[in-house]
């Protein structure tokens, strides 16, 4: 009996497991390494990409025009990380900690807005803030202003995008790693005359570190790939490194150089990730 | 008595505060539901006109961009369907059994979650084009299938950390083969995970736009024709159309939390 429950495990975990590696061998792998290979990959005159190997692709990645791009892209990231986590977490934990009964009310409100479409949201905020949008509007109407403001196209509207497409994924974690603080430190440190601020710095925010750490990492890394915010709120004056790319594989049609300038996106986010696995984080917590 | 009105305006500011978060959440959507009544018929529909329905009534003549939400729908319930099977069997088999290279395939599974899209989308961009699947709907089935597997092996796994496996080991001793175990009792106990996995599936479906974009050919969905329209102005059929599909989306939801409600009492 106890033969043949173990000679015949292989045959379910094949069944069960098979479809997923294939899937993932075939739609995950093979792509990436793919790419890595196009980034030594030349063009012909005809933007074909023929396999003969080159380094110019990366040679190409240090014009300065770039560089400067991906500077700013990544401080548009850690700014939007900075004030996602800023702006989010006494709100995390307000709702968080609530003892009234709607909590999974509050909780399905962060949701809800992301159930639209992020572009015509990204959108709604360009109709808001133009030159005949709401808010001119109402300030004109109440004699703040004389001419509508020029408020679009900056960097600071493309942060507003990446913060308001971002800021459920530092909601989430934190308000797990909020829910699940003991409430009995927290009144056992007041106990011991704490005060407020030092029981946040040295008790509520060590304890929720993980999720800070995990939210941050949720949100720096898909801000520096968010092109269509930058390109609907950002006019082209916030180029990141996602609209580089996008431009080289759609009117650009230089596919190598796309391909270079993914795998610096590679590079990067697996170095973010490497160190958040070093302060202690769980790749599984930033899962769902 | 000071004490308590401190506590008090701590408490109204906290209140304030989440109430201004959820402004901020929810303004650009006002703007699109107001928007969708606005009697305006001149580019880029911006100025407020008045009030009309009219616009809900011309968005079912639109043909181009009612098949651009039936596109969605089609590949948003393919996909939902195929990755929800293909996710359910790995996520228990990767619980049940050891084997070499498990590490890999986990290993896999963080790379849809944690790399930017755009990355995702141009490898699957060159992948299509390297082999000729031809890119519609197939291919964008195909690309949404890969960025929902780990979403729904996560929530699956994240039901079974508390699965008793001894539950198994009865059916099996009761002389259940192992499809019917399987069938009739893991399935049963781990399904809201599998519902909750399939739910954000669908709804990241419905809502990506990055992928599809690189991934899509001349088949347009709903982000897609949006992110079309932007260039000269949202018109307000398409706020019409987001109205209702946002009134569909909290409708379900609503429905099926009520649902639970029920069964869990």
Sequence with gaps: MKGRKLKSTVGPAAVMVGPVTLWLAFFVAIPLLYVFLMSFCSLDENYNVVFSFTLDNYARLLDPNYISIYLQSLLIAFLTTVICLVVTYPFAFLIARTLSKYKAVFYMLVIIPFWTNSLIRIYGWRTFLGANGWLNNTLTAMGIIDKPLDLLFTKGTTILGMVYCLLPYMVLPLYTAIEKLDKNLLEASADLGAKKITTYRRIVIPLTASGIFSGSIMVFIPCLGLFFVSDILGGGNSDIIGNLIERQFQSGNNWPLGSALSIILIAVTLLLVKLYQKCGGDLESLGV | MKRQTIKKTEKTAGILYCLLIYLFLFLPIAVIVVNSFNATTTKPYLSWKGFTLDWYVKLMDNTPLLQSFGNTIIIATA?????????????????????????????????????????????????????????????????????????????????????????????????????????????????????????????LSLDDVIISYFTNGQTKTFPLKVMESIKSGVSPDINALSTLILIGTIFLVVLSQRSNMKKNK
Excluded: W
């Excluded at chain 2, 198994?168 to 995970?193: H, K, M, W, Y």
């Design chain 2, 79 to 203: 996909s939902t369907l195929l990755a929800t099977c293909i996710g359910t069997l790995a996520a228990v088999g990767m619980y049940k059994y050891k084997f070499k290279g498990k590490s890999i395939i986990d290993g896999l599974l963080y790379i849809p979650v944690v790399i930017p899209e755009i990355v995702l989308g141009i490898s699957l961009l060159t992948l299509f084009s390297k082999t000729n699947i031809p890119r519609g709907m197939l291919s964008l089935i195909l690309a949404h299938v890969t960025f929902s597997i780990p979403f729904v092996i996560f929530n699956i796994r994240a039901r079974l950390a508390g699965y008793d496996n001894s539950i198994e080991e009865a059916s099996i001793d009761l002389g259940a083969n192992r499809r019917q175990t399987f069938f009739r009792i893991t399935l049963p106990v781990l399904a809201p995970g599998v519902a909750g996995g399939a739910l954000l599936a669908f709804t």
